[in-house]
T-cell receptor
Framework: EAQVTQNPRYLITVTGKKLTVTCSQN?????MSWYRQDPGLGLRQIYY???????DKGDVPEGYKVSRKEKRNFPLILESPSPNQTSLYFC?????????????FGPGTRLTVL | LAKTTQPISMDSYEGQEVNITCSHN???????ITWYQQFPSQGPRFIIQ???TKVTNEVASLFIPADRKSSTLSLPRVSLSDTAVYYCLVGVRLTGGGNKLTFGTGTQLKVEL
C-alpha cells in the first residue's frame, strides 16, 4: 500500500531533550516536506526537500533540522525542543505526476514539549 | 504566493450540494488551484486541482471562472462523513521541481442529518 509513515505518533518530552521524528514514504517520491499544524494557524511548512541531499527552508524553520540521505526518508530533528514546538506535525511527499500540487500526508505526530 | 480567502465555516444537511468558494485575487499566471480535505487528527488529503474552467472527478467538481480570481469547490449530495475542513490552495511548481504550498485556516464544513 502506498503510504507515508511517521514515528512516533505521539511523543511527550521535556525542554532541551533532542528528538527525531521519522518519516518514510514507499512511493519513490522525490519531494518531501514537513508541516506543523496549530489551532487557528492552519498548516505551516517547516522544511522541504526536492531530492536526496537537497533541502530548503519553509515558512517556519527555526528550531528544526532535517536531513535527506535517502530518497524514502526525511527525518525531522529538534535539537533542543521548547514548549512553543508543541504541535501536530505532518510529513508529506509528492511525485512527479500530473497533479503536482498533490501531496500525500502521513498520519501525523502529536508532540508535547513540557 | 497568492493569498486565499474562504469562509471559516459552513453548515449543510445530508443529501445537499455544498459549494465552497475561495477568493484568490492575486493568482499568478502559472498558479494552479488545489483543494484538500482534512479530518480531525489526520493529514490533509488531496481532492481536486484545476487551472481554468471546470474539473470533475469522482469526489468533487471545481469551477474556475475566466479571470481565475476565485474558485468554487462543489460537493454533490454530502453525507455526514464529509464533515471536515476544506483548504483552498494556490501554488506553483518552483524552479527545479520544488513545491511550496501555503495552507490557510480552511473552511470547516459540518454536515448534519
Amino acid at each position: 500500500e502506498a503510504q507515508v509513515t511517521q514515528n512516533p505518533r505521539y511523543l511527550i518530552t521535556v525542554t532541551g531533550k533532542k528528538l527525531t521524528v521519522t518519516c518514510s514514504q514507499n512511493m519513490n517520491h522525490e519531494y518531501m516536506s514537513w508541516y506543523r499544524q496549530d489551532p487557528g494557524l492552519g498548516l505551516r511548512q517547516i522544511y522541504y526537500s526536492m531530492n536526496v541531499e537537497v533541502t530548503d527552508k519553509g515558512d517556519v524553520p527555526e528550531g528544526y533540522k532535517v536531513s535527506r540521505k535517502e530518497k524514502r526518508n526525511f527525518p525531522l530533528i529538534l535539537e533542543s525542543p521548547s514548549p512553543n514546538q508543541t504541535s501536530l506535525y505532518f510529513c508529506a511527499s509528492r511525485g512527479s505526476g500530473e497533479h503536482y500540487n498533490e501531496q500525500f500526508f502521513g498520519p501525523g505526530t502529536r508532540l508535547t514539549v513540557l | 504566493l497568492a493569498k486565499t480567502t474562504q469562509p471559516i465555516s459552513m453548515d449543510s444537511y445530508e443529501g445537499q450540494e455544498v459549494n465552497i468558494t475561495c477568493s484568490h485575487n492575486n493568482i499568478a499566471t502559472n498558479d494552479y488551484i488545489t483543494w484538500y480535505q482534512q479530518f480531525p487528527s489526520q493529514g490533509p488529503r488531496f481532492i481536486i486541482q484545476g487551472y481554468k474552467t471546470k474539473v470533475t472527478n469522482e469526489v468533487a467538481s471545481l469551477f474556475i471562472p475566466a479571470d481565475r480570481k476565485s474558485s468554487t469547490l462543489s460537493l454533490p449530495r454530502v453525507s455526514l462523513s464529509d464533515t471536515a475542513v476544506y483548504y483552498c490552495l494556490v501554488g506553483v511548481r518552483l524552479t527545479g521541481g520544488g513545491n511550496k504550498l501555503t495552507f490557510g485556516t480552511g473552511t470547516q464544513l459540518k454536515v448534519e442529518l
